[in-house]
Protein backbone atom coordinates (compact mmCIF):
# COMPACT_ATOMS: atom_id res chain seq x y z
CA UNK A 1 0.00 0.00 0.00
CA UNK A 2 1.93 3.55 -1.31
CA UNK A 3 0.35 6.95 -0.51
CA UNK A 4 0.29 9.71 -3.18
CA UNK A 5 0.80 13.50 -2.40
CA UNK A 6 1.23 15.73 -5.46
CA UNK A 7 1.06 19.59 -5.23
CA UNK A 8 -2.21 19.75 -7.06
CA UNK A 9 -4.20 22.93 -8.14
CA UNK A 10 -7.53 23.04 -6.31
CA UNK A 11 -10.14 21.82 -8.09
CA UNK A 12 -13.00 23.53 -9.92
CA UNK A 13 -16.20 22.90 -8.10
CA UNK A 14 -19.49 22.72 -9.62
CA UNK A 15 -21.23 26.11 -8.08
CA UNK A 16 -24.11 24.69 -6.77
CA UNK A 17 -27.04 27.68 -5.40
CA UNK A 18 -28.64 27.36 -2.40
CA UNK A 19 -32.19 26.54 -3.70
CA UNK A 20 -30.83 23.41 -5.60
CA UNK A 21 -28.66 22.27 -2.46
CA UNK A 22 -32.35 22.04 -0.77
CA UNK A 23 -33.65 20.23 -2.97
CA UNK A 24 -30.50 17.47 -2.63
CA UNK A 25 -32.07 16.92 0.90
CA UNK A 26 -35.11 19.14 1.57
CA UNK A 27 -34.89 17.29 5.03
CA UNK A 28 -32.24 19.19 6.25
CA UNK A 29 -32.93 22.39 7.80
CA UNK A 30 -30.57 25.15 7.53
CA UNK A 31 -32.96 27.69 10.16
CA UNK A 32 -32.11 30.11 7.93
CA UNK A 33 -28.26 29.95 9.70
CA UNK A 34 -25.78 31.08 7.04
CA UNK A 35 -23.28 28.15 8.36
CA UNK A 36 -25.37 25.52 7.89
CA UNK A 37 -26.84 26.82 4.17
CA UNK A 38 -22.65 26.66 3.64
CA UNK A 39 -22.03 23.39 5.13
CA UNK A 40 -25.12 21.90 2.92
CA UNK A 41 -23.89 23.79 -0.13
CA UNK A 42 -20.35 22.63 0.01
CA UNK A 43 -22.03 19.15 0.63
CA UNK A 44 -23.97 19.64 -2.43
CA UNK A 45 -20.81 20.72 -4.00
CA UNK A 46 -19.02 18.11 -3.48
CA UNK A 47 -22.00 14.94 -4.54
CA UNK A 48 -21.88 17.40 -7.72
CA UNK A 49 -18.54 16.77 -8.21
CA UNK A 50 -18.39 12.62 -7.30
CA UNK A 51 -21.38 12.14 -9.79
CA UNK A 52 -20.38 14.76 -12.76
CA UNK A 53 -16.85 13.77 -12.22
CA UNK A 54 -15.22 17.17 -13.37
CA UNK A 55 -12.68 17.58 -11.12
CA UNK A 56 -10.25 15.39 -9.35
CA UNK A 57 -11.73 13.42 -6.53
CA UNK A 58 -11.24 15.32 -2.92
CA UNK A 59 -12.13 15.65 0.48
CA UNK A 60 -14.48 17.65 2.32
CA UNK A 61 -13.80 17.46 6.29
CA UNK A 62 -16.80 18.69 8.60
CA UNK A 63 -15.48 20.53 12.03
CA UNK A 64 -17.24 21.99 14.72
CA UNK A 65 -19.93 21.44 17.39
CA UNK A 66 -21.97 17.93 17.81
CA UNK A 67 -25.38 18.50 16.21
CA UNK A 68 -25.22 20.85 13.96
CA UNK A 69 -25.48 17.90 11.03
CA UNK A 70 -22.44 17.09 10.23
CA UNK A 71 -23.41 13.30 10.13
CA UNK A 72 -26.62 14.00 8.97
CA UNK A 73 -25.29 14.88 5.43
CA UNK A 74 -21.76 12.82 5.81
CA UNK A 75 -24.56 9.88 5.84
CA UNK A 76 -26.59 11.49 2.83
CA UNK A 77 -23.25 11.68 0.84
CA UNK A 78 -22.28 8.19 1.72
CA UNK A 79 -25.59 6.68 0.69
CA UNK A 80 -24.79 8.69 -2.34
CA UNK A 81 -21.44 6.65 -3.13
CA UNK A 82 -23.30 3.16 -1.61
CA UNK A 83 -25.97 3.26 -4.49
CA UNK A 84 -23.75 4.64 -7.22
CA UNK A 85 -22.49 1.71 -9.33
CA UNK A 86 -19.31 3.65 -10.25
CA UNK A 87 -18.42 3.51 -6.30
CA UNK A 88 -18.71 -0.67 -5.74
CA UNK A 89 -15.82 -0.28 -3.37
CA UNK A 90 -16.89 2.17 -0.36
CA UNK A 91 -16.35 1.85 3.40
CA UNK A 92 -17.85 3.10 6.63
CA UNK A 93 -15.62 3.58 9.04
CA UNK A 94 -16.84 5.33 12.46
CA UNK A 95 -15.66 6.13 15.94
CA UNK A 96 -18.13 4.91 18.72
CA UNK A 97 -18.65 7.24 21.90
CA UNK A 98 -16.61 5.06 24.25
CA UNK A 99 -13.02 5.26 23.78
CA UNK A 100 -12.57 1.82 24.59
CA UNK A 101 -14.69 0.26 21.83
CA UNK A 102 -12.86 2.93 19.26
CA UNK A 103 -9.64 0.70 20.92
CA UNK A 104 -11.11 -2.53 20.18
CA UNK A 105 -12.07 -1.49 16.51
CA UNK A 106 -8.46 0.02 15.67
CA UNK A 107 -6.89 -3.57 17.41
CA UNK A 108 -8.63 -5.18 14.61
CA UNK A 109 -7.48 -3.00 12.20
CA UNK A 110 -3.81 -3.23 13.41
CA UNK A 111 -3.77 -6.82 13.78
CA UNK A 112 -5.47 -7.40 9.94
CA UNK A 113 -3.15 -5.21 8.00
CA UNK A 114 -6.20 -6.13 4.84
CA UNK A 115 -8.47 -3.42 6.91
CA UNK A 116 -6.73 -0.63 6.71
CA UNK A 117 -5.84 -1.43 2.79
CA UNK A 118 -9.54 -2.02 2.25
CA UNK A 119 -10.14 1.50 3.51
CA UNK A 120 -7.36 3.14 2.13
CA UNK A 121 -8.44 1.58 -1.67
CA UNK A 122 -12.06 2.51 -1.07
CA UNK A 123 -13.39 4.83 -4.18
CA UNK A 124 -15.13 6.65 -1.43
CA UNK A 125 -14.92 6.66 2.15
CA UNK A 126 -16.48 7.87 5.31
CA UNK A 127 -14.56 8.78 8.51
CA UNK A 128 -17.36 9.69 10.99
CA UNK A 129 -16.13 11.84 14.38
CA UNK A 130 -12.68 11.51 13.47
CA UNK A 131 -11.15 11.10 16.92
CA UNK A 132 -8.25 9.44 18.76
CA UNK A 133 -8.02 6.82 21.45
CA UNK A 134 -6.42 7.69 24.55
CA UNK A 135 -4.10 6.06 27.14
CA UNK A 136 -4.92 5.69 30.88
CA UNK A 137 -2.90 8.78 31.70
CA UNK A 138 -5.54 10.34 29.17
CA UNK A 139 -3.04 11.45 26.57
CA UNK A 140 -3.47 10.43 22.49
CA UNK A 141 -1.91 7.51 21.94
CA UNK A 142 1.05 8.53 19.39
CA UNK A 143 1.04 5.25 18.12
CA UNK A 144 -2.43 5.48 16.94
CA UNK A 145 -2.85 8.76 15.78
CA UNK A 146 0.40 7.24 13.49
CA UNK A 147 -1.90 4.77 12.12
CA UNK A 148 -5.08 7.16 11.59
CA UNK A 149 -2.03 9.38 9.57
CA UNK A 150 -1.13 6.51 7.62
CA UNK A 151 -4.49 5.80 6.27
CA UNK A 152 -5.27 9.39 6.04
CA UNK A 153 -2.06 10.10 3.85
CA UNK A 154 -3.11 7.14 1.37
CA UNK A 155 -6.64 8.92 1.12
CA UNK A 156 -4.81 11.36 -0.86
CA UNK A 157 -6.61 12.24 -4.14
CA UNK A 158 -9.55 10.27 -3.10
CA UNK A 159 -13.23 11.26 -2.36
CA UNK A 160 -13.41 11.52 1.56
CA UNK A 161 -15.85 12.81 3.54
CA UNK A 162 -14.69 13.26 7.46
CA UNK A 163 -16.52 14.64 10.37
CA UNK A 164 -14.95 15.62 13.64
CA UNK A 165 -16.63 16.90 16.72
CA UNK A 166 -14.31 19.08 17.67
CA UNK A 167 -12.08 22.37 15.96
CA UNK A 168 -9.39 22.59 13.64
CA UNK A 169 -7.28 23.78 16.31
CA UNK A 170 -7.98 21.28 18.28
CA UNK A 171 -7.09 18.42 15.79
CA UNK A 172 -4.03 19.94 14.95
CA UNK A 173 -2.98 20.51 18.21
CA UNK A 174 -2.94 16.52 18.23
CA UNK A 175 -1.04 16.62 15.35
CA UNK A 176 -0.49 18.99 13.12
CA UNK A 177 -0.18 16.61 10.00
CA UNK A 178 -4.09 16.07 10.57
CA UNK A 179 -5.59 19.62 9.28
CA UNK A 180 -2.43 19.90 6.92
CA UNK A 181 -3.80 16.67 4.95
CA UNK A 182 -7.43 18.36 5.20
CA UNK A 183 -6.19 21.20 3.40
CA UNK A 184 -3.63 20.61 0.99
CA UNK A 185 -4.16 19.27 -3.10
CA UNK A 186 -7.70 21.23 -3.15
CA UNK A 187 -9.30 19.33 -0.19
CA UNK A 188 -12.05 21.12 1.83
CA UNK A 189 -11.88 22.06 5.35
CA UNK A 190 -15.24 23.53 6.13
CA UNK A 191 -16.00 24.90 10.02
CA UNK A 192 -19.69 24.45 11.75
CA UNK A 193 -20.08 26.74 14.22
CA UNK A 194 -23.52 26.52 15.02
CA UNK A 195 -26.23 26.17 17.87
CA UNK A 196 -27.46 22.43 18.60
CA UNK A 197 -30.32 20.90 16.09
CA UNK A 198 -32.47 20.10 19.21
CA UNK A 199 -31.98 23.71 21.11
CA UNK A 200 -33.11 25.13 17.51
CA UNK A 201 -35.94 22.89 18.05
CA UNK A 202 -37.24 22.78 21.40
CA UNK A 203 -36.97 26.82 20.19
CA UNK A 204 -39.44 27.07 17.16
Request: aromatic fraction near 10%.
Amino acid sequence: MTGLTTNRAAPVLMKMPLSEAKKLWPDFDTFGDPKLEKMLIHCAEFWASMKLKECPPYWLSLVGGSGTGKTFLAQKLYMSAKLDRNFAKHAWMTSPVKQGQWMDLFDQIIADSTILNDLAAANFLLIDELTFPRNREGEDSEYSVGRLIQLLSHRMNKWTVITANTTARDLGMIDARITSRMIRDGNKLVRVEAIDYWLRKNKS
